[in-house]
């Protein structure tokens, strides 16, 4: 199973970007999604995770702002980010959790995408 991590990028202060994140390979069941990021210097956080019945949960940082969404049948995750702040500017990665056909649970992780927020 590999993640592959898509949009992000350079956009001002108040603008919108949207990241995106498909499991592929040998995909059984893919539970929990979510985005993570992590700035210069700083520990990896939780941004938004998803259920995969479809519940979700925010950082405070981000509530409001961003929206988690996911595609089960493509197995790809969304995050839709409006009214970006510099301190969103981060290196964000997808994660998912994935369900063997045995039962097994793996987490993957994607290979990270820079969002940079300018001033």
Not at 86 to 99: G, I, K, L, M, R
């Amino acid at each position: 199973v590999q993640l592959q991590a898509s949009g992000g990028g350079l956009v001002q202060a108040g603008g919108s970007l949207s990241v995106s994140c498909a499991a592929t390979g040998r995909v059984f069941i893919i539970n929990d999604m979510g985005w993570y990021r992590q700035a210069p210097g700083k520990q990896r956080e939780l941004v938004a995770r998803i259920t995969r019945g479809g519940d979700t949960n925010y950082s405070d940082s981000v509530k409001g702002r961003f929206t988690i969404s996911r595609d089960k049948p493509r197995n790809t995750v969304y995050l839709q980010m409006n009214s970006l702040k510099p301190e969103d500017t981060a290196v964000y990665y997808c994660s998912a959790e994935h369900q063997a056909w045995n039962g097994v649970l793996h987490n993957y992780w994607g290979q990270g995408t820079q969002v940079t927020v300018s001033s």
